[in-house]
């Protein structure tokens, strides 16, 4: 490219769901509900398992983590749609793009390593259960949940700060709904060999190493449940690890679907019904997912909602 024609960025245009203003309407009564179901869905989750004693174990610590950090990854870039499509201004400042890439690739990566450690928890679980209260102590679980925090936030602090090493041309077009890493680099003049470099090894870091652990834990899980004679027990033990090997099939599934479309080709609709799926449709589904298979979660929702319905039936008799 031609260097004469660099500038730094003020602000990006995100193109997004260009269409009428009739199918705008529909799109963002759509996204609007999605947004809401995944919000109350997560946060439902988060409230029933701090306020059920029953559910103070590691698997469901890890849980509510893992709920806010999915609740955390759609509001870095849905509530910022919404106001696009409602306003019709699809423009976002250069430091609103840098913080989106930030929020986004760090709450994608601590979801990363939460279903990593949520899969080591049920390894542990089901190989060696004898010792699963000693291994999986309060401080073990607190110190995996940090890291995975940290890892998250220094990885993606690492790719973010090497975006402002960059010139970008004057065309700042963004063929998404949010401020993707890889298309606002395709927007540069300057060189990104760098960039380049970070991100195939964040990428190996938080992505391919998390996803082996993931898959050797339930290597050893599936051959630790075959070793078991009783059927019963072999299906308590596969319906304990359903939730999370859902949740990990729908996660991995929907992640290399975005990026094997936008590779096959070039076509952004393509790219964007990826994107949806992956930032709006995975976080909506995995409350329910863990809810609708889980009696004991099923049983803290109802007791949440129980009290819920008993105190606003307090303050109503109260006020009147």
Known sequence: METGNQT???????????????????????????????FTGNLLIILAI???????????????????????????????MLLNILTQNKFITYAGCLGQIFFFTSFGCLDNLLLTVMAYDRFVA???????????????????????????VMGSLLETLTVLRL??????????????L???????????????????FATGVLGVIPFTGIFFSYYKIVFSI?????????????????????????FYGTGFGVYLSSAATPSSRTSLAA??????????????????????????????LSRATFFNGDITAGLS
């Open 50 to 80: 701090c306020s059920d004693s029953h559910l103070h174990t590691p698997m469901y610590f890890f849980l509510s983590n893992l709920s806010f950090a999915d609740l955390c990854f759609t509001s870095t870039t849905v509530p910022k």
């Open 182 to 200: 890889l298309e606002v680099l395709k927007l540069a003049c300057s060189d990104t060999f760098i960039n380049n470099v970070v991100i195939y």
């Open 275 to 304: 994107s949806v799926m992956y930032t709006m449709v995975t976080p909506m589904l995995n409350p329910f997912i863990y809810s609708l298979r889980n009696t004991d979660m099923k049983r803290a929702l109802g007791r949440l």
């Open 167 to 180: 010139s970008f041309c004057t065309k700042m077009e963004i063929p998404h709904f949010f401020c993707d």
């Open 8 to 38: 730094h960025a003020q602000e990006f245009l995100l193109l997004g769901f260009s269409a009428t203003s009739e199918i705008q309407f529909i799109l963002f009564g759509l996204f609007l509900s999605m947004y809401l179901v995944t």
């Open 226 to 250: 075959l070793r078991i004679s009783s059927a019963g027990r072999k299906h308590k033990a596969f319906s304990t690890c359903g939730s999370h090997l859902s949740v990990v099939t729908l």
């Open 126 to 152: 089901i190989c060696h259960p004898l010792h699963y209260t000693v291994i999986m102590n309060p401080r073990l679980c607190g110190l995996l949940v940090l890291g995975s925090w940290c890892i998250s």
